[in-house]
């Protein structure tokens, strides 16, 4: 993927754009992309966009603003980016929709998260989303209890299985009693972790080997996804088999992930943002929602954590890394 600058509000200062893409202003629309962390745009969402007849640089500004993995400068970004008057703003990760969407009601929103939108309150329904968000939603919660069979097969007999979540991710407490409900199903015993900060990650590993956590699900979540390499170094350095929701992870060396073609989803927020840019009201764009779910496994930490993957799994995995 060919590098972007990022742009990044700091203290309330932006920086300034070249002198050309402001000189451009006045002719091309302007998108405002608000991301969690810094990287998570992929090439799919800018290939999704081309479909929809818009290319950066040709037809199209994008104004880019990050709070490289810092939830609380997310309000300051959605409101810098409503006061440059952008004709679209896209958004990456829950905390960064309802920042926006508490910024603006008027500025279309495409968002791209993992909540349930309805839940979250950022839409009306799923068929009518009505106002001016609409977007793609992954629905990682209602993999949780998929995840926890996977794991259960990669690893079976496991007395403990950890969930490790996010206290501040909107959706954590109907996570949590998803992967509990699933677990009562198969009489798996589960013991919750929370982590919000870096810190709190290492010690929620920590407790996880104290306690005997044979294996452990990630969830799905935007900082855990920008802390990955740092989560999948202690799931190796504490030799856990662990399960996590995008396959980031599992290249990143974690054992296995089970989640939707990311490729996919962005590809699709992209062309949700061109047909707003061309007229189209939020109000009147369905929720789109993953058709396609991979299973990817790291053939190479499976060995080195000790573990025959049985050919069955193999044999379903979209993806094998060796």
Same mark, same amino acid.
């Given at each position: 993927?060919?590098?972007?600058?990022?742009?990044?509000?700091?203290?309330?200062?932006?920086?300034?754009?070249?002198?050309?893409?402001?000189?451009?202003?006045?002719?091309?629309?302007?998108?405002?992309?608000?991301?969690f962390m810094t990287g998570q745009f992929q090439q799919a969402f800018l290939k999704g966009l081309e479909e929809a007849g818009f290319v950066e640089g040709r037809n199209l500004i994008i104004e880019y603003r990050s709070a490289e993995g810092h939830l609380d400068r997310l309000p300051a970004l959605a409101a810098d980016l409503v006061r440059r008057r952008v004709n679209v703003i896209v958004t990456v990760g829950d905390p960064a929709a309802l920042s926006a969407k508490a910024a603006t009601s008027t500025i279309p929103i495409v968002f791209f998260g993992g909540v349930d939108p309805v839940k979250l309150g950022l839409v009306a329904t799923l068929n009518r989303p009505g106002g001016n968000v609409t977007g793609v939603s992954t629905f990682t919660s209602t993999l949780i209890a998929k995840r926890l069979e996977l794991l259960r097969e990669l690893v079976p007999g496991v007395v403990t299985i950890g969930f490790l979540m996010n206290p501040a991710n909107e959706g954590h /407490? *109907?996570?949590?009693?998803? @992967?509990?409900? &699933?677990?009562?199903?198969?009489? #798996?015993?589960?013991?919750?972790?929370? /982590? *919000?900060?870096?810190?709190? @990650?290492?010690? &929620?590993?920590?407790?996880?080997? #104290?306690r005997g956590v044979g294996a452990l699900i990630v969830n799905g979540d935007a900082f855990f996804n920008s802390r990955r390499d740092r989560i999948a170094a202690l799931a190796a350095r504490y030799k856990i088999p662990a399960s996590y929701a995008t396959r980031a992870f599992a290249v990143s060396g974690g054992l296995m992930s089970y989640g939707d073609d990311r490729r996919e989803t962005l590809r699709w927020a992209g062309i949700y943002a061109g047909r707003i840019l061309k007229g189209e009201r939020p109000?009147?764009?369905?929720?789109?929602?993953?058709?396609?779910?991979?299973?990817?496994?790291?053939?190479?930490?499976?060995?080195?954590?000790?573990?025959?993957?049985?050919?069955?799994?193999?044999?379903?995995?979209?993806?094998v890394i060796e």
């Open positions: 993927m060919r590098r972007r600058e990022f742009i990044t509000l700091l203290g309330g200062t932006a920086a300034a754009w070249p002198l050309a893409a402001r000189a451009q202003r006045g002719a091309l629309p302007v998108m405002g992309m608000l991301d /407490a *109907s996570d949590a009693s998803d @992967i509990e409900t &699933a677990a009562h199903s198969v009489r #798996q015993q589960i013991i919750l972790l929370n /982590a *919000s900060t870096d810190q709190e @990650i290492d010690a &929620a590993i920590t407790t996880a080997v #104290q109000a009147d764009l369905p929720i789109m929602q993953p058709s396609k779910f991979e299973l990817v496994i790291n053939l190479k930490t499976a060995k080195a954590l000790g573990l025959t993957v049985p050919p069955t799994l193999l044999a379903l995995a979209d993806e």
